[in-house]
């Protein structure tokens, strides 16, 4: 008799703590409809009621997936299903079990979100070590593709290591840089964003969050332990502690450099805005350590600064309270500064 699938098993002991993400806002009810017709075709509209004031109703406007990590109610998903701070959130167990969800923190720089309910003794995942993730080792992904089908698991393996997407997401569609991405052959599906990717002990390694149009068999997972620290952090002070430099900044590329006859390609250009406040902010860290207009930031304590690396997730590794070493560019020459960052308020 041939031996059953380990994969059973990880799914008895996964999927009970894989949850929807429900985004619903209150909207105005509409109750009738008229026909336009344009270009050939036939267009259904709602009908608004001039002097009228429309009834409001709770109406779903988005989805996603996401996994319970303690027995107190600690969810972690993608930051793009949460990232309308004006909508209400349910998590849904299973069809008998709905509770409302408060978003504790959202890190957009990561993708990543970590939410509270309120229950007890809650089935939850186990969280491993994503350090140790090996290419080619074997995987599941776990979610809720579409919003319609609930507990579906997709294996694959481990296709790629630390790569570097740019994606859109979010109720807006913003873009976002993504680095240190676990690449995998699992399917990954609209819906399965926030859900877990775990590895053959059933402990999450990864956020599930991008997939490639057009291309199949390419997902994407951000690594759990950038959740770590989110985690200990909103445990902790209940909020994400984000270090603030206080400037203004455009990240260099190849062509801008050129364009504006740059003398490196790489860094981060300190430069006002065209409207709002100058470059470098009144009172902060930057100011105060002396950074200054035009000034090109090139490294933050050794790492350099560049498109895949930028300054925002240099600036998350930096601890507030202590000195970071900056390396500046100003007028042709390499300038160190010393600067002690605060706490972004």
Known sequence: MASKSPIIQIAKKVCPAVITVI????LPKVEEFYSFPYGGKEYILPMAKDGVQSKMEKTQIGGGSGFVISKDGYVITSNH???DTTADYTVILNPRHKYPAKVLSRNPINDIAVLKIEGENLSYIDLADSSKIQLGEEVVAVGNPLG?????????IVSGLSRYITAFGGVDHQMQNLRGLIQTDAAINPGNSGGPLVNMDGKVIGINTAMIMGA????????????????EEVKKFGKIVIPFLGVKYVLLSKEMAQANKLPVEDGALVVREILGEPPVIKGSAAERAGMKEFDIILECNGQKINLKNPLANVLQKCKIGEESNFKVLRDGKEVMLKVVLEEKV
């Open 81 to 83: 299903v949460v990232s």
């Open 23 to 26: 985004v619903s806002k209150d």
């Open 216 to 231: 199949q068999n390419i997902g994407f997972a951000i690594p759990i332990n950038y959740a770590k620290k989110d985690l």
């Open 148 to 156: 319609e089908f609930h507990d579906t698991l997709s294996a694959g």
